[in-house]
């Protein structure tokens, strides 16, 4: 039964199986194609969404958009909707994705009765806004070779470590992240490369030198001087 | 008695009056100058913050600090410190500041068995989550014209409309919300001052062309075309 994985996600643990089963029994199974629309900027969304499987891009900005979290396998999204507030972002399917659909109202009467499941929730939103900080730290760096290297090193201390990031996005997707173009991205990874600083393979990336991508997401200088400034 | 004004505190709002008492006895108060850290980035903080008055200042980054948040009387600050996380910015006293400094542990057991608290301090967190998400969305455009009619209009929202934003902080601190420098600001300022889109009169800002506001921040161009460039 397609309910059993509920019990495996971290926000549902400490929470009684009959209450499990309330959830998934209130809730509604939904299809997305990649590149489909689940949820609009400001739109008044009174439910929640947990991730089945796929892939789901949540951005803000419509001219120029700027992606603020991707989410994955049983993660939730538009908590939002728990304090009435408008989705403040939009949501799309990035793969073709399974959500399952659950009553915002439903959940806040469940949360208030179990504190466990409110008490994830709130772990959950912690880590968010962690993850937010990062990335608003990440933006007020000028360069993109400094954004690019300070989002290598969050994502490998995120994985645990390692030398190599398996990127589970396009480097388009990429470049929406660090709020830059395509092409941009594309001419700092190369300059990045041939500089011996990262390996670029299709989609996984290898830290060559990683004290240097320290220097340069700390801000002190890209190792070979004034080139940063042809880069940007 | 001073801790009376934990009762009004929006965030305690449906927590019994024993509670409350409860809250104020296991916290301690303490002062912070102008200027004085209050906590660090990445420090092993095992409590919360409670704003009694004047104002703090919540950043990232050492060499360049981007300002996440501003957070005066009634605000709390260092809720990661219920994830068990360290402290994922560092917070400064911008005026002369009293914080109630409440223990975590001593919170984490009051929230759990108090659903009301727990429920308020999502309802925080999530409001905190829209913010940043408004602040990753200001640092993504790349103008700083386009940043300050986005901040503008976004403040003047919050306040609840009308035409004058006045500020409790200075230029140059307004300037590490921007993610820009004081001399940028001051000459953005100026600008937009003379083509007619504002008008500065010490820390307030009167809006003259709203819509020529909302154009800027949407990215349709700054009304006087090339003229964006010289700005920035």
Redesign the interface.
């Known amino acids: 039964m397609e309910d059993r994985f509920l019990r495996y996600i971290p926000l549902f643990q400490g929470l009684p199986e009959e209450q499990v089963k309330r959830l998934a029994e209130s809730g509604r199974y939904k299809n997305f194609k990649s590149g489909e629309l689940i949820a609009g900027e400001e739109e008044k969304v009174k439910a929640l969404f947990l991730v089945v499987w796929g892939k789901v891009k949540i951005f ?2 419509s ?2 958009e ?1 992606t ?1 979290y991707l989410f994955g396998p049983g993660e939730l999204f538009c ?2 909707s ?2 009435d ?1 408008p989705f ?2 939009s949501a799309m399917a990035l793969d073709d994705t399974r959500v399952l659909v659950l009553p915002s109202d439903m959940l806040e009467d469940m ?3 179990e ?2 499941l ?2 994830n ?3 959950t ?6 993850e ?6 990440l ?3 000028k360069e993109i070779p400094q954004r690019l290297a300070s989002f290598l090193l969050h994502s490998l201390a995120l994985q645990g470590g390692g030398d190599v990031l398996a990127l589970t996005i396009s480097q388009r997707e990429l470049a929406k992240i660090l ?1 830059t173009t395509p092409e941009t991205l594309s001419r700092v990874l190369k300059k990045m490369g041939s500089d011996g600083m990262i390996a670029v393979k299709g989609r996984s990336i290898r830290m060559r030198d990683r004290a240097a991508l320290e220097r340069l997401s ?3 200088g890209y190792p070979h001087g004034s080139q940063q400034n042809i880069l940007t």
Chains 1, 2 share one sequence.
């Open positions: 803000r900005g001219e120029k700027q603020i908590l939002t728990l304090a507030e403040p972002a949360a208030k009765r504190p466990s409110l008490f929730m709130l772990i939103l912690i880590r968010r806004l962690k937010s900080m990062h990335l608003i730290e933006l007020s760096l709020g700390e801000g002190t």
